[in-house]
């Protein structure tokens, strides 16, 4: 099934959005539980420290967006200082009954937008579609122009991370 919910939009977060992004929050770490071997806490609740950092608001370099779709939540993404500068995606989530209809797409290139210059996407290999799916953003902002490698060593519980680089401009997102 493909939805196909016009308008889709970003929303920057703000203090009055905690409990949504909270909730948004769980629902991306359940999605993560499987590769990460993640259990809840005894609360039934997932930790979230990406979005906790987020939360104390205490690194302006750090920002999160709610996806809404036709004045719905779609999901969220979180940015951040990337590490040798540029900027970075350090959360991305879109709810499932949206997902490979273009809303992620949209989002992602809609969001480098915001910030052109180095950016640095890190993702795990284990999710079948999204080596393609970043892969193919990084196509749509950079062309050919755009690097991918493993981060090595591997955590002990899990394949490496693996990161594209590209670097984003004002005419090619």
Do not use: C, K
Request: glycine fraction near 12%; proline fraction near 7%; charged fraction near 25%.
């Amino acid at each position: 099934m493909s939805l196909t919910y016009r308008p889709v939009t970003l929303v920057e977060v703000d203090r009055s959005h905690r409990a949504v992004l909270e909730n948004l929050g769980q629902l991306y770490r359940h999605d993560l539980s499987e590769p990460y071997e993640l259990l809840p806490n005894d609360d039934g609740t997932f930790n979230n420290r990406p979005l906790d950092r987020f939360l104390a608001g205490d690194d302006p370099e750090r920002r999160a967006y709610l996806i809404e779709v036709a004045g719905r939540l779609g999901g969220f993404v979180l940015t951040m200082a990337a590490e040798g500068g540029g900027t970075a995606i350090d959360g991305f989530f879109v709810v499932r009954a949206l997902r490979r209809g273009g809303v992620g797409r949209e989002e992602a290139l809609r969001t480098i937008a915001l910030f052109p210059g180095r950016w640095r996407i890190g993702f795990q290999r284990y999710n079948p579609g999204v080596e393609a799916f970043w892969t193919g953003v990084a196509t749509a902002v950079a062309g050919d122009d755009w690097e991918m490698h493993d981060l090595l060593p591997a955590p002990e519980n899990r394949p490496p991370d693996t990161v594209v680089v590209f670097t984003s401009g004002p005419g090619n997102v």
